[in-house]
């Protein structure tokens, strides 16, 4: 049923993406995701040039879904990647793809100077994450951390922020869960 409401869903963005790509006749299409190849598709349906940006790399997942992320950057005219890792990783399994690629990475440069971290804990360690609730970005491991941390005597809490790609109850399900496992 979920594979059908997908399909659905792309032939309505399709059409609409479509419409729009004809009204507004951009001179470019910047894409930021591999996981919506649609505007890809568009931009050369509609002979505009496209630029994909890539910022993920999942050179652990099976090699059937590393190609389908992968697929839709051929139609891109170039491919900005923040990582030569993800370079390494798209030209992996398209080595067409490392001639259109370039790195550019990210643009926060950090301090001159960092400050240095406390000398000592006073109170309670505050720890945070921010960002999608995935099973590749992390927050398992910051919730075993802080649980690492409370059997090693040291009174610490974790705040979470964000939320689970739409679809993914699953995710916010196991993480709950792991929160709620005795330490």
Known sequence: LGFVRVI???ARGLVAGLRLMLAERPDVVYVNTVTLPLWLALARLTGRPSIAHVHEAEQSAHPVVRRALATPLLLARAVVANSAYCVEV?????PALRDRSVVILNGIEGPAHPATAR???DGALRVAYVGRLSE???VDTAIKAVAALRDAGVEATLEIAGSAVPGNDGVVRALHE???EPS
């Open 8 to 10: 659905a869903e792309s």
């Open 136 to 138: 590749r970005k992390g």
């Open 119 to 121: 000398q000592a804990l």
């Open 90 to 94: 798209i030209s992996g399994v398209y």
């Open 178 to 180: 792991l929160a709620d």
